[in-house]
């Protein structure tokens, strides 16, 4: 069956860098959208960026435009995300999830859900 598991989060000063990965097992991520959202403590869940199918497409939130990159090899089946200048608000749960939609950050159009890596910027 269908499963997603995030690695690569970790603890990491302010302005450092992490790369997140998301593996997929039981489909071929390549005919769907791969998006990525976080939680922090408290906190609703928010999208963070997604990929189209092809990845000729790709939408981010306003928070990490121009610090995040999102990116996809269909070869492996994983999706990453390049995370840069973290800041402490960028703490949170990380989580990728698969939908059928097409580029979207609403978090209602994802079928399924990967367990979340942790990413905490601290000093």
């Known amino acids: 069956q269908l499963q997603l598991v995030e690695s690569g989060g970790g603890l990491v000063q302010p302005g450092g860098s992490l790369r997140l990965s998301c593996a997929a097992s039981?489909?071929?991520?390549?005919?769907?959208?791969i998006g990525w959202f976080r939680q922090a403590p408290g906190k609703e869940r928010e999208g963070v960026s997604c990929?189209?199918?092809?990845?000729?497409?790709?939408k981010y939130a306003d928070s990490v435009k121009g610090r995040f990159t999102i990116a996809r090899d269909n070869a492996k089946n994983t999706v990453y995300l390049q995370m840069n200048s973290l800041k402490p608000e960028d703490t949170g749960v990380y989580y990728c999830?698969?939908?059928?939609?097409?580029?979207?950050?609403?978090?209602?159009?994802?079928?399924?859900w990967g367990q979340g890596t942790q990413v905490t910027v601290s000093s």
């Open positions: 999830a698969v939908s059928k939609y097409s580029v979207t950050l609403n978090a209602r159009l994802y079928d399924s």
């Open positions: 039981g489909i071929t991520m390549n005919y769907y959208l």
């Open positions: 990929i189209s199918s092809s990845g000729g497409s790709t």
